[in-house]
């Protein structure tokens, strides 16, 4: 089992940074493809970044790609977002999530623990 806590989360101003960071608990979070999703009021949960287990694979949806970074360090357990050029559309409760499938997924179905979240407000 894992546990995920997220930190990072605040209000910046659009074109501004963020970084976020994930703790996860356990000693086989090396073992773990790891997640970011997040999901605005009124919207659905959507897949923004994914990365394989030793690092070396990244994956990420089209609304960020060339602005957010997923990276991790699987000496601290800990996974990362880097969020740069923020626009006020990425304002959102953003969730990292753990799943023991291998192979980069942006199907929240397939991903077995959750954390309880950072909330990121962009504003214009």
């Known amino acids: 089992q894992v546990q995920l806590v997220e930190s990072g989360g605040g209000l910046v101003q659009a074109g501004g940074s963020l970084r976020l960071s994930c703790a996860a608990s356990?000693?086989?979070?090396?073992?773990?493809?790891m997640g970011w999703f997040r999901q605005a009021p009124g919207k659905e949960r959507e897949f923004v970044a994914a990365?394989?287990?030793?690092?070396?694979?990244?994956y990420y949806a089209d609304s960020v790609k060339g602005r957010f970074t997923i990276s991790r360090d699987n000496a601290k357990n800990t996974v990362y977002l880097q969020m740069s050029s923020l626009k006020p559309e990425d304002t959102a409760v953003y969730y990292c999530?753990?799943?023991?499938?291998?192979?980069?997924?942006?199907?929240?179905?397939?991903?077995?623990?959750w954390g309880q979240g950072t909330q990121v407000t962009v504003s214009s």
């Open positions: 990365i394989s287990w030793r690092g070396g694979s990244t």
């Open positions: 999530a753990a799943t023991r499938e291998y192979g980069l997924t942006y199907d929240a179905s397939r991903y077995d623990y």
């Open positions: 356990g000693r086989t979070f090396s073992s773990y493809t």
